[in-house]
């Protein structure tokens, strides 16, 4: 198999050599790293990598994990337009070049398939942050996907050339652009195969550049944005009760009815509008048709008061407190809503735009096309 090693790298060290140096001994000879806005200090790891004859594409300014890798693609398609796939490596030493070396070979056998390798969470030395935050995006993935996988954050990937087309269309530009990429695959019914892989973290995975709560926020954009429209509208759709009661007059069973429903279809109808506007506005759900999104909202509105006071009313046998059963069966279902709305009421029905690299930061100094030994 021709087999392309993409390394994204940003400030370095002399990892990156010795990784670049074991990955030519086992067979690799074409390689693409891209210098993604480091530092003055760190450019001698790239002149080094350079006089190895290794091609190194230089980002004047530091653009993200997920641009460096649409890079990447772009040198390969210049540079390789034959070789069968792309594999992406991390340069902070989380990757042995054992395992790029058996990820290679399962692309090769899987043609069809994005191979991932896969990291085991429960082996001693992985940080505590990593195995939640792992164990909360395989789940948020599973619920949004209907596929398994256990590592969604791998950075050792085998793309094969079929999927390099959708690879630099897929949105994002730093750590939020492998799930993008790996949610888009997966929804398309493009197999994943994992391969199992040895955890390093070397002192509490120092090295890595991925911020807890940045790239999160980043990678989880749209639920966070999801959330923060329905607590707003919930207050919204108190405060508009509370008002309707104090202009009727009368808090009797009728008139509490009439200002319940009135006041959930005007926080309805302000949460379908934000939600289209903001929420999923990633997902191109602006561009889709605005009535036919409004009937699939009302559906799911309807649906989701239905399905809260059925469940509620079949579970008021469990030993707990109705209102703890109530907060259960809503807290579930505004998961279930968020998927939905994501999935069906704004999926989004236009074709995306291509991301095109034109001149600038994409454009880099080249080095020569193959690998020399030092």
């Known amino acids: 198999m021709d087999a392309i090693v993409a390394i994204p790298a940003f400030d370095p060290d002399e990892r990156l050599i010795t990784l670049i140096d074991a990955l ?34 230089h980002h004047v300014r530091n653009l993200g994990k997920g641009s460096a890798i649409k890079t990447a693609i772009a040198q390969m398609r210049l540079a390789y337009p034959l070789a069968d796939c792309l594999i992406t490596v991390d340069a902070d030493g989380q990757h042995l070049p ?14 069809d398939a994005l191979v991932l390798g896969g990291r085991d969470f429960h082996s001693p030395g992985v940080p505590l942050r990593s195995r939640v935050g792992n164990g909360f995006s395989a789940l948020y993935f599973r ?31 730093r750590y939020e652009y492998e ?29 890595s550049h991925f911020s807890t709560l940045r790239d999160s926020a980043r990678i989880y954009r749209q639920f966070i944005r999801f959330t923060g429209s329905s607590i707003a509208c919930s207050m919204v759709d108190l405060a508009a009760f509370a008002l309707l009661v104090a202009i009727l007059g009368l ?16 926080s309805g109808a302000l949460n379908f509008e934000i939600n289209r506007t903001w929420s999923f506005a990633d997902s191109g759900s602006r561009q889709g048709d605005a009535s036919t999104q409004a009937i699939r909202y009302g559906t799911l509105f309807v649906g989701q008061m ?35 709305q994501r999935n069906w009421v704004f999926k989004r029905t236009a074709a995306m735009k291509p991301t095109l690299l034109k001149g600038g930061a994409h454009a880099g100094r080249i080095s020569a096309q193959g690998y020399r030994a030092a």
């Open 24 to 57: 030519h001994e086992r067979g690799f000879g074409k390689f693409i790293v891209v210098d993604d806005g480091s530092s003055e200090a760190t450019q001698p790891v790239f002149t080094a990598l350079e006089n190895r004859g290794v091609r190194v594409v």
């Open 179 to 207: 799930m993008n990429f790996l949610t888009a695959v997966a929804k398309r019914g493009i197999p994943l195969k994992m391969v199992p892989i040895t955890v390093v973290y070397e002192n509490g995975n120092a090295g």
């Open 98 to 111: 054992d395992d790029v070396v058996r990820v290679r070979d399962a692309a090769s056998a899987r043609p």
């Open 251 to 266: 808090e009797t069973a009728p008139f509490v009815a009439i200002a319940t429903v009135i006041a959930r279809m005007l």
């Open 306 to 340: 239905t399905a809260s006071a059925a469940l509620v009313a079949l579970l008021s046998f469990l030993p707990l407190p109705l209102v703890v059963v109530k907060v259960l069966v809503d807290g579930s279902l505004f998961f279930i809503s968020h998927f939905v």
């Open 143 to 173: 619920m949004d996907t209907g596929v398994s996988c256990s590592d969604t954050q791998t950075g050792l990937r085998a793309i094969p050339a079929r999927l390099l087309q959708l690879a630099m269309r897929t949105p994002g530009s």
